[in-house]
């Protein structure tokens, strides 16, 4: 039972990323997924999340507008399209799972979590 994250990597403010994480292990559909990320001395924080169907997605405020969230129950793939990126989204990005079909946005509400990627936004 894994979760693998990649797509990070090096863009410019006002760029684009894709983010995409691989489930194997257990019945992909079964589970919400979530994005969370964490910046150099700060604590982790809930990003993005949707339903095991993927009809329901929920955002942080930071996020709204820029990132969404969508998954693909046949490839058990989540992912994560990053718009108008800014300095401030520079973080490790992880992909977590969630015991639930329902959304969660703690992390003591995901079991299973990928290695993360490390996006950089430069200004």
């Known amino acids: 039972v894994q979760l693998q994250a990649y797509g990070g990597g090096l863009v410019q403010a006002g760029g684009s990323l894709r983010l995409s994480c691989a489930a194997s292990?257990?019945?992909?559909?079964?589970?919400?997924m979530g994005w969370f990320r964490q910046a150099p001395g700060r604590e982790r924080e809930f990003v993005a999340a949707?339903?095991?169907?993927?009809?329901?997605?929920y955002y942080a405020d930071s996020v709204k507008g820029r990132f969404t969230v969508s998954r693909d129950n046949a490839k058990n793939t989540v992912y994560l399209q990053m718009n108008s990126l800014k300095p401030e989204d520079t973080a490790v990005y992880y992909c977590?799972?969630?015991?639930?079909?329902?959304?969660?946005?703690?992390?003591?509400?995901?079991?299973?979590w990928g290695q993360g990627t490390l996006v950089t936004v430069s200004s």
């Open positions: 977590a799972q969630r015991p639930s079909a329902g959304l969660g946005q703690r992390t003591y509400e995901y079991d299973l």
């Open positions: 949707v339903n095991w169907r993927g009809t329901t997605t």
């Open positions: 292990g257990r019945t992909f559909s079964n589970y919400a």
